[in-house]
């Protein structure tokens, strides 16, 4: 399934900066980032509890707000990308 994980850090203080260092990196271990603050993560079930887990521990729920959209497993006819591209697709191969 696809999930759309977009995210809104504080970074006032120290432990913000770190805390948006630290989701930013835990979103790349299971996607990539489309725009600054947000990622496209194609997931099974229990990888998306982990990353939801690995997240809500991260996140600050006063400072921080975290959004989770789920395009589900058809999610290429729902997703129109437009304009510059200076990323890859969430499932273009990849080559390390």
């Known amino acids: 399934m696809m999930v759309v994980i977009s995210y809104d850090v504080s ?3 120290a432990s913000g900066k770190k805390r948006l260092k ?3 990196e835990t979103c790349l271990n299971y996607g990539i980032r489309a725009q600054n603050s947000v990622f496209e993560c194609v997931v099974d079930p ?3 509890e982990l990353l939801k ?3 809500l521990s991260i996140y600050n729920s006063s400072e921080d ?3 989770f959209y789920f395009l ?4 290429q006819r729902r997703l129109e990308r437009h304009g510059k ?3 890859l697709g969430v499932e273009d191969l990849l080559i390390l």
């Open 53 to 55: 887990n690995e997240l």
């Open 22 to 24: 630290k989701v930013a």
């Open 72 to 75: 589900g497993a058809n999610w």
């Open 11 to 13: 970074t006032k203080t």
């Open 65 to 67: 707000s975290l959004r």
């Open 46 to 48: 229990g990888q998306w």
């Open 85 to 87: 591209e200076k990323n």
